[in-house]
């Protein structure tokens, strides 16, 4: 079975730094889709950016970034010039394109906290 | 405006009394599915629905029941809740098949049972 593990259960760093969070993942499977999202306290599910296995290519969205590496099953996310806003529960998950349920396999989330 | 439907946003019922959360979507979406989330799990799958008339069970699907009578709604049933199905619960829907498809989450709901 698929996996997804976030082994950093809460960090905190001060605004304006940069802060990773780690994932790793467990497939045997080439084609997939990872993502990274974000839940406020409004609880709110929020895609902050998403990557095609297929494509060597790191994803960007303006502060977020991440680092793919396919051979070592690992996603992490780069979180530049943290802000207050960022503060958030924060996601990793993988999608299984071969898989017809397309259902998200979910890690247990990073608690972020940006302290003023 | 694209969304994700979802009510009640918060119940607390008592244990054994049937409750049903709605859920909708105005996107013309085949897939939806459920979900719940629990501290230290992140999400779990409850049930999926890959169009009218056809669904089928995810990770945890004891305790829930779901239809898909019209492409836009997809209702979760607990036909008697326990305890255990105390939860926070989302529902998410996309377009079906192609890559890249973008998921549509509702906004959660609160369920407690007491």
């Known amino acids: 079975a698929q996996t997804v593990t976030q082994s950093q259960p809460e960090m905190s760093v001060q605004e304006a730094e940069t802060v990773t969070l780690s994932c790793t993942y467990d497939t045997s499977e080439n084609n997939y889709y990872l993502f990274w999202y974000k839940q406020p306290p409004s609880r709110q599910m929020i895609l902050v950016i998403r990557q095609e296995a297929y494509k060597q290519q790191n994803a960007t969205e303006n502060r977020f970034s991440v680092n793919f590496q396919k051979a070592a099953k690992s996603f992490s996310l780069k979180i530049s010039d943290s802000q207050l806003g960022d503060t958030a529960m924060y996601f990793c998950?993988?999608?299984?394109?071969?898989?017809?349920?397309?259902?998200?396999?979910w890690g247990a989330g990073t608690k972020l906290i940006i302290k003023p | 405006e694209a969304q994700v439907t979802q009510n009640p946003r918060y119940l607390i019922t008592v244990t054994g009394k049937k409750l049903t959360v709605t859920c909708s979507q105005n996107?013309?979406?085949?897939?939806m599915s459920w979900y719940r989330q629990d501290p230290g799990l992140g999400l779990r799958q409850i049930y999926y629905?890959?169009?009218?008339?056809?669904?089928d069970k995810g990770d945890v699907p004891e305790g829930y029941k779901v239809s898909r009578k019209e492409k836009r709604n997809f209702p979760l049933i607990l036909e008697s809740p326990s305890p255990n199905q105390t939860s926070l619960y989302f529902c998410?829907?996309?377009?079906?098949?192609?890559?890249?498809?973008?998921?549509?989450f509702g906004e959660g709901s609160w369920l407690t049972v007491v």
């Open positions: 998410a829907s996309s377009l079906f098949g192609s890559s890249g498809n973008t998921i549509y």
């Open positions: 629905s890959m169009n009218v008339e056809v669904t």
């Open positions: 996107m013309n979406h085949e897939y």
């Open positions: 998950a993988f999608m299984d394109l071969q898989d017809s349920n397309y259902q998200l396999i």
